[in-house]
């Protein structure tokens, strides 16, 4: 195993915008002064070179996750989760408030969090885990001209109000979820929380929810192998800050579940817990997790990572796959990679 550490100095290019004074500042954690990257595995070079570049395009928010990359608009879009906005950027317009509210819907003095994971189905619509109406929901308007109107997708398992769903995705034409307990103020003892777990689970082709996973004590991010044979999850829970690895059935169902990699004795020593994660089509996962991203072989190594002061939430890769973007609390990060399909 080859061992490399590059410093790189973090370049500062803030994406100029009339609309970033609506972001509320941060005062703590917006001093990135640079960022390091370790190569842990000479196959981490099919992504990272010792110039890869780093910049901020947005920052000033409470905290950024959600990302998603829109093809058709070349844009970015994120959620402000304490905000309750759903932000867009692209290279061309800058930051743009895109949508809000995005996530919480009922009275403004209860103050719920917004809007997390964000998706595209294959109608090409946005549906939104929204954290604070506890629910996931579509946008009931184009991408093109978006408007906080939702179409309820799933808000409970056997009557019973979920959690607060933090992220998702589609899978073999099934719609994917966790739920762990975030949007809720109290979290574990929230007098409305309803359900004595915090699940994975799917929408069925008949529109059932069926439950995939309730061994997990905070899942949050979520993604599939290329073949869509494995899905990886990551849990959140300080005490035990895994990724899992499962092995998936013909059924859509979770077969059998091993650790990926245990992170815990991390927890306090660096800022940021397992999170959001993505598969990149040539099965190497990065995820975001304790001191920045991670990046995992097919095989369960650790290839790579980017040290980052922040505490990471999510991350998402434009559609050429040369461009990937961290949510890195009150930041966004884009970080330029060697090649789109990560060829050697």
Known sequence: MNFLQIILPFIISLAACKQINQAKLSTDNDKIDRIRIEILDKQAKRFLTENSRIITIARGFNWAEGTLWLKDQQALLFSDVPENKIYRWSAKDGLTTWLEPSGYTGPKEKKREGSNG??????????????????????????????????????????????????????????????????????????????????????????????????????????????????????????????????????????????????????????????????????????????????FSPEDEVVARIHIPQATANCAFDDTYTHLYIAADSTILQVTLKDGMGKQ
């Open 118 to 295: 964000l998706l595209i189905n294959d109608k090409n619509q946005l549906v939104i885990c929204q954290h604070g109406d506890r629910r996931i929901s579509l946008m009931n308007a184009p991408l093109s001209n978006p408007e906080p109107k939702f179409i309820s997708l799933v808000d409970n398992w056997r009557n019973k109000r979920l959690n607060s769903p933090n992220d998702a995705i589609y899978h073999d034409g099934m719609l994917y979820f966790t739920d762990p307990p975030y949007g809720l103020p109290g979290q574990d003892q929230d007098p409305e929380k309803e359900l004595g777990f915090y699940g994975v689970y799917r929408i069925g082709h008949t529109g059932a929810i069926i439950m995939v996973i309730d061994s997990l004590l905070r899942p949050n991010g979520i993604g599939f192998s290329p073949a869509n044979e494995v899905m990886y999850v990551s849990d959140s829970d300080p005490k035990r800050a895994i990724w899992m690895k499962y092995t998936m059935g013909t059924n859509g169902n979770a077969v059998s579940g091993k650790v990926l990699y245990d992170a815990t004795d991390l927890v306090g020593k660096v800022n940021g817990l397992p999170d959001g994660l993505k598969v990149h089509p040539t099965g190497y996962v990065f995820a975001t997790g304790p001191g920045g991203l991670w990046i």
